[in-house]
């Protein structure tokens, strides 16, 4: 019996059960966790945003795909459809310093997600003439003008012209081609450019700002290069839409098509200009959609959490530091309900001007603006008035014109 109770004891003793320490499963499967949250956000996030970035470019190169119909259909001049395309950037200007400093301490992806919805409200506001106007009526000319061979109005011979159009237009034609709007329906056209231009501004900065936020660092610049790439891809899609819709007669599904005595080869077709913009703006709703589903904020990786403490530094945190965090964050929540919101708002108010005079203030900064506005000052409107200048000088059809361009 003695032998075999000290027998038991050494076995016993040589086959201790240690105890497990949970702890570290617990911080390993936690961190774990956070990683993959982190990157499952942030990929998300960068789905959207593509999807927004993709949504706008469309937009806007449809946009530029109906200047010729737009001019034709509410008989205006040129001039006034460069001020409707150029009241995107104005609707763009009038808030970009306030949604940039301001959206940047709110909800950034429900302002971006509100910002699509402003979006989609304005594409749908600049097809609405469509449905208050009447119906599209044209001269029933002679076959003889039924072509694109020259349909620049300032270039026709007077031989092409039957002689009731002739009379018609003749003050036109001495004017320069300048003539008065013959509908005041373009305004609708005007404000919900103006509209877009207002919800396009929060997607750029801020989108970019909380993928860079909050994207491990060798992946930031990959994920915006995704989201550029999107971009690119939009305007393709964009003029081929326009492609699209000018080959449809302008009152398709309210009036009968056998009626129609022109094609979309005729000068005085008109495309369904308006059916382009009801589709963009279903995509800009759609777009916005999963942003109101996405947090406020984002678990940092663990890179930047605290960049100027190193590995070796964060093995050695002890419980006094995490009973120091929790006092400190008690002491900040006691100090938020007695202060209020109200503190913060005034803060944010009293250090904007500092701050955006402190940004004018960098010479670097400066220069890069002045490049930029030289940059677009000479693509935009060669790239505005690129299907309108194809069209009219080498015959060819809107439809034909936005497909090459696309």
């Not at 750029?204 to 660092?217: K, S």
């Not at 703006?281 to 930047?304: C, D, M, N, T």
């Amino acid at each position: 019996m003695e032998i075999s109770s000290k027998e038991n004891a050494q076995f016993f003793s040589n086959n201790i059960i240690l105890p497990i320490d949970r702890s570290s499963f617990k911080s390993e499967s936690s961190a774990s966790k956070e990683k993959q949250s982190c990157c499952g956000g942030i990929k998300i996030f960068l789905g959207a945003l593509s999807f927004v970035y993709f949504a706008k470019a469309l937009s806007g190169s449809y946009l530029k795909s109906t200047i010729t119909q737009i001019e034709r259909r509410f008989d205006i001049p040129s001039s006034l459809v460069g001020v409707i395309d150029g009241s995107f950037e104005i609707g763009n200007l009038l808030i970009i310093i306030l949604v940039s400093y301001f959206g940047a301490k709110l909800h950034r992806p429900r302002i971006i997600g509100a910002g699509c919805l402003i979006m989609s409200a304005g594409t749908f506001l600049i097809a609405m003439p469509q449905f208050f106007m009447g119906r599209y009526r044209y001269e029933r000319f002679t076959s003889t003008i039924n072509s694109t061979g020259s349909l620049s109005p300032c270039l026709q011979e007077k031989s092409q012209i039957p002689h009731s159009a002739l009379e018609k237009s003749q003050a036109k034609i001495n004017a320069g081609c300048e003539k008065e709007a013959g509908s005041s329906m373009w305004i609708y056209v005007l404000l919900g450019n103006l509209l877009r231009g207002i919800g396009e501004t929060p997607i750029q900065p801020l989108g970019i700002a909380y993928i860079d936020d909050y994207a491990v660092e060798e992946n930031a610049a990959l994920y915006i290069g995704c989201v550029q790439t999107l971009a690119i891809i939009g305007p393709i899609f964009g003029f081929l839409l326009g492609s699209l819709c000018a080959k449809l007669y302008v009152d398709i599904g309210f009036v009968d098509l056998d009626s129609v005595t022109i094609t979309h080869k005729d000068v005085q077709w008109v495309g369904a200009w308006w059916l382009g913009y009801l589709i963009a703006g279903v995509i800009s709703v759609l777009a916005g959609i999963p942003f109101w589903f996405l947090p406020k904020h984002l678990s940092k990786p663990e890179g930047r959490k605290d960049s100027s403490s190193s590995s070796e530094q964060s093995k050695f945190i002890t419980e006094d530091n995490n009973e120091q965090q929790k006092s400190y964050q008690q002491h900040m929540k006691i100090a938020e309900l007695a202060k209020g919101k109200t503190l913060e708002s005034v803060s944010l108010l009293l250090n904007f001007l500092p701050s955006l005079k402190n940004l004018f203030g960098n010479p670097v900064y400066l220069l890069y603006l002045c490049a930029s506005i030289i940059q677009f000052n000479s693509l935009i409107g060669m790239v505005t008035y690129k299907p309108k200048y194809i069209e009219q000088q080498y015959g060819q059809t809107s439809s034909k014109t936005n497909f090459v361009i696309g």
